[in-house]
């Protein structure tokens, strides 16, 4: 993030969530921040705490969930002071999110013009007739064919990637600053993942926003990402810019996920793997989060905790041997 | 890889009957499998790829047998599948078994994994006491699960793991050919390397042939000798794996390639000179007529507007179904 302006400032998040066997973290002290126009992937594993740290940002956590941040400030304004009323003001107006399933996030017994339309006078004070042209004028947009007559039907007559993009114009409806997209792309084929990713990429040009983009797949970051945030068992593990990630991952962790994934213009006998599973929130290992996997872990990893710190100028790493480790050249 | 054919597909055929709209109109056919041929010699992958609602699965359960085929031959080492009766099948289950996508829900929860593996030996009448339980623990073992967990239930599993059960109980049985049906979609990048890696493993020590239907590209070329793209219920084309990413024939199979995201940014495409498939996947109650792919292709005319083209050889071993086959491959090296 070099010289852009900061939008979205996020200081020390930790989140909980309380069950029956007590109290489990699931995120553990995640500062970052998001510049004006910046496109920051969010990239893990399941349960790696990505998705509840963005819906944290929202102050959309489920009920047995505690959120703590020294702060979480969104263009200056601090959002963890803020009550709920004055939450949900800013909720669909100065930052809005889209979800992986869109089937699931649209209401099924509510046309598609009425859920637009909703979201566009809730903020504004207009008639339903400036909001409808304006609905009209979003769905064009998002590159919906025959925008008139889809206002007039419900979710289900409409296809995945038409969803998905019905969610966009909701989202942008208010212009918000910031956008949050948790997996938009994953429940989608390949072929409407491509458009969507475009259609992403041109809305955030033309409406100056930032985006948080949340996903697993690391052939879409390579895609669209500026910048990139690898989260590892609740903890930030490496953050670099796209390019920087991409030649030289350093986190043991990264460079795993880079290995095994598929790369379509190389055949490899044997994909690497990372070997073992994701440790169980309840009960995180000692020292390192990633030494019980980690190829390289020696001694001092099983007892002490890297902190995430600056290296090579604008990139982060959490661990204790990365310049030992060297990161090898990505292909 | 040997030469004899294990399977033979020939236009085979599955239709959905759907309720008619209205009260004595006439019913309507989703035709999820539409007139499919193709073989499978002894030993190799075939990756079956394509999007939602092309039929991939179906097929799949047709081969095995879940479902009853329409029309068409399904023939096993030359015996027609499709014509037995449920009783005629049970010998041949033991042959062709399957391994399913989601590994929380082909798992009964209420069973052992001893159990679980156990299951189709004693079934099939193969082993029983003592000697059943050594074949479990060598199967666990086999597929990398640890033996000290024969006793435990599939919820103290993760999905990685509960795949490896649900392969090693497709595997007690020594099949002839397994379908794999979207095997790794539900696990997370890390396990899924472990999984396929298991895959590739034991096709080599116990000489299986798979069927890998799975709708990412990418894991496809991985695992696969040959590969067959479907649209719509169709196979637009087939061909080994090389030649049908360096020289793909059929628009569509271009525009796949084209849609893949590549883990590199140096790579990124630009933006505006990329071609991106338009539109959506059409309804498969009401395929467009001609080429069914025609409405989305960037290269249609009159002739695919009218004629659905057929599938056929344009180059030993590559076959396609276009009017208009793409010359040169545009995606991939």
Redesign the interface.
Known sequence: MENRESLLKIENLNVYFKTENGRIQAVKDVSFEIGKGELVALVG??GCGKSITSLSVMGLTPKNCQVEAKSISLGGRELTAMKPDELRKLRGKEMAMIFQEPLTSLNPLFTIGYQLTETIRIHNQISKKEARDRAVELLKKVEIPRPESILKEYPNAL????RQRVMIAIAMANNPTLLIADEPTTAL???????I??LM?QLMKEYSASILFIT????????I?DRVIVMYAGQIVEQAD??SL?HRPLHPYTQ???N??????Q????????NG??PNLSSMPEGCRFHPRCPYAREDCRKTMPELSAVLGNRYVRCLHWEELGGDQ?? | MADGKLLEVKNLKTYFKVKAEKIGGKPRYLKAVDDVSFTIRQGETLGIVGESGCGKSTLGNTIIRLLKPTEGQILFEGQDLAKLSRRELIKYRKDIQMIFQDPYSSLNPRMRVEEIIAEPLKTHHIASGNELHEKVLDLMRNVGLDETYASRFPHEFSGGQRQRIGIARALALQPKLVICDEPVSALDVSIQAQILNLLKELQKTYGLTYIFIAHGLPTVKHISDRIAVMYLGQIVELADKESLFAQPMHPYTEGLLEAIPLPDPDLRKQEESRDILKGDIPNALDPPSGCHFHPRCPYADETCRNTCPQLKELQPGHFAACHHPLERGMAGE
């Open positions: 594993e399941s296809s995945g990637g038409m084929d390949v072929t409407i993942q491509a458009q990713l475009r990429r697993h797949d690391l052939g879409v970051v390579a895609e990402a796209v390019f991409f795993g996920l880079m095994s994934t598929i790369k379509i213009n055949s490899d006998e044997v994909l690497d793997t990372i599973v994701v990505n292909g």
